[in-house]
């Protein structure tokens, strides 16, 4: 996080009442020790040690930033608008089709630590332990719906399902003939709209001379998989700047829980102000520059095959 942005964060913090000074600890010390802590994936010992403060002081402080955070969350982590998107409206491989996505959701593991009788029913796909968090973005890379906490072995349908049922989480659905881009893994119902099964899907699959879409099934799952890629990479930009994402210290199940939201906050406060931050600056490179190289690739293939030939 840049100086700008920092002063920034701690002002609106500090304005809406949610942090305030300590005795001995400013609300700019409280963050940045906060940010310390989620940044590196250092221990509270560590901070302690770094910031001379007694590692209580340092719990405190972190569970303070952590709930003013996630109160900011609330405001932050939602549905800004459903006007049409500039991704979708300046892009006629994308509109009309998808005039009325309002963004995707997809899931993620996030490292996990629990007891270990409770580490069967964690487990992710890859056999680590894992909350599995259910997230829904816009296309400009923001998150508008966080739900974290869930085991890691939780299905996809399992989680929308208890999302759309249950008032408490918060979940909004979209207005009658908008929709969400989804995986296969999710059902198709009104709101939700995933691609076609048995097919190809993912983009790569189409990439390279011979394996464009063959069939109206193709087209549909080549372009739905090119659209639904927002979320990939706010995943990767979210995972990529908070490293303790990747790797949990043994903080209390609730806790972890928050740490998600939170991360999610100052993620979307840093893109939500436009301030230059080169992580969401090397995504748009990614994806600028992917059609444009992947064509360069492709003539250079093809006059190196031609004269290994000759």
């Not at 699959?205 to 011979?210: C, H, I, N, P, V």
């Not at 969401?280 to 444009?292: Q, Y």
Request: proline share 5%; glycine share 6%; with cysteine.
């Amino acid at each position: 996080m840049k100086n700008e942005c920092f002063l920034n964060f701690c002002n609106e913090l500090r304005g809406k009442n949610y942090l305030s000074d300590s005795r001995d600890v400013l609300v700019e010390e409280k963050v940045a020790t906060f940010l310390f802590i989620i940044g590196h994936n250092v221990r509270h010992r560590v901070a302690s040690n770094r910031c001379q403060h007694s590692t209580e002081t340092i719990s405190c402080n972190f569970k303070e930033v952590l709930r003013a955070v996630c109160r900011l969350g609330k405001e932050l982590i939602k549905q800004e608008s459903i006007e049409l998107p500039e991704r979708i409206k300046n892009n006629s491989k994308y509109y009309p089709w998808f005039k009325n996505c309002i963004g995707a959701i997809d899931g993620t593991h996030i490292s996990a630590w629990v007891p270990a009788e409770k580490q069967i029913s964690c487990r992710g796909r890859k056999t680590t332990i894992t909350q599995n968090v259910m997230c829904a973005c816009d296309f400009n890379m923001m998150f508008t719906y966080v739900y974290s906490g869930w085991e890691g072995s939780a299905h996809d349908s399992k989680k929308i399902l208890d999302a759309i049922s249950n008032p408490n989480v918060g979940f909004l659905w979209p207005p009658r003939g908008s929709f969400y881009l989804v995986d296969s893994g999710y059902p198709c119902t009104r709101g939700l709209l995933p691609p076609y099964r048995g097919e190809r899907y993912h983009a790569q699959e189409y990439r390279g001379q011979g394996r464009q879409p063959r069939s109206p099934e193709e087209l549909f799952n080549y372009r739905h998989s090119s659209l639904r890629m927002t979320i990939e990479r706010c995943f990767g930009v979210l995972k990529n700047r908070f490293p303790i994402l990747k790797l949990m210290p043994p903080y209390k199940p609730s806790r972890q829980r928050l740490i998600v939201i939170a991360c999610c906050t100052i993620h979307n406060y840093i893109h939500k102000w436009n301030l230059p931050d080169e992580l969401f600056n090397l995504t748009r490179l990614s994806d600028e520059g992917a059609v444009e190289m992947t064509m360069s690739r492709n003539r250079i293939r093809d006059k190196m095959w031609i004269h290994h030939h000759n």
